[in-house]
């Protein structure tokens, strides 16, 4: 056993250090670790696969990105630093006539567009450009108001004025981190 022991203890301690690498982004959902993968790349971090799997490459990404910007290390304390940085960051849209404009859009996939409600409507500005966010609810099969989810568009730049608006089917979906995770370059 003397022989075997030094490379068993190295496979020990090699396990334990990668179960400690991948357990600090356990508190992430598969849906958080893949939006702030897109936030790295946006950023022009190579994380590696965009899986959703907080692993070495992304971790190195993290890192590098929290030296530029002075960010946690940790991914759960990221992506709270990701919200309060968009929070800082992003413009209420008051004005009614382009608020109808989204509503009007991002009523149109919806079962009754008409009965679409829009609120906490906001641009953010990320390195992909200008992307709208905010919340939508709107009456179900049964004639009932389902509940807000979130929405987000695509890059306003993208289609020449009003863009594309994605609709979340949950209420903390892609939207919902896409546009919390939106963070301005440097």
Known sequence: MTNKSPLLSRLLVAAAMSICISSQALALSATEAIVMQWTLTDHGYDIGELDGVIGKRTMQAIQSFSEKHGSPT?????????????????????????????????????????????????????????????????????????????????????????????????PYGISFYRCSYAVPQR
């Open 74 to 170: 940790d991914p759960e304390k990221l992506g709270r630093w990701f919200r309060k940085t968009m929070i800082q960051n992003r413009e209420e849209i008051t004005d009614p006539e382009y608020l109808e404009k989204i509503r009007n859009a991002v009523g149109d996939d919806m079962k009754d567009p008409s009965s679409a409600i829009i609120k906490d409507v906001f641009l953010n500005i990320g390195p992909r450009g200008r992307f709208i966010c905010g919340e939508v609810n709107g009456k179900n099969s049964y004639g009932a108001y389902s509940g807000y989810t979130s929405f987000h568009s695509l890059s306003e730049e993208l289609f020449g004025g009003l863009p594309l608006f994605i609709v979340d089917g949950e």
